[in-house]
């Protein structure tokens, strides 16, 4: 079991970058797998990047490649998504998501979820 706490969100331009941060507490975070996933006001929640319990593997979304990347730091239990070349349509609410297994893109498998902050790109 574990807790998550998004953070760094914020307002930015097109073509600007933010880095989120999912901090996790509670069980031992290395064993779980982290994902990110967006939603916007009447639409299912979007698939945008997972890390395994590995770390170096990750995989995001196909409109998400080469812009966003996944990092973890077990030893600070935090998972870092960095979002660059950010464009209108990443305008969500960014939400960390964490299950004691193997990355899945499906956000119904996920088990503990954070809360969400919120990301605002600006023409």
């Known amino acids: 079991q574990v807790q998550l706490v998004e953070s760094g969100g914020g307002l930015v331009q097109a073509g600007g970058s933010l880095r989120l941060s999912c901090a996790a507490s509670?069980?031992?975070?290395?064993?779980?797998?982290v994902a990110w996933f967006r939603q916007t006001p009447g639409k299912a929640r979007e698939f945008v990047c997972a890390i395994g319990r590995s770390g170096p593997a990750t995989a995001c979304g196909d409109s998400m490649k080469g812009r966003f990347t996944l990092s973890r730091d077990n030893t600070k239990n935090t998972v870092y998504l960095q979002m660059n070349s950010l464009n209108r349509e990443d305008t969500a609410t960014y939400y960390c998501a964490a299950r004691s297994s193997f990355v899945v893109v499906a956000a119904t498998s996920y088990d503990y979820w954070g809360q969400g902050t919120q990301v605002t790109v600006s023409s």
């Open positions: 509670g069980q031992t975070f290395s064993t779980y797998s």
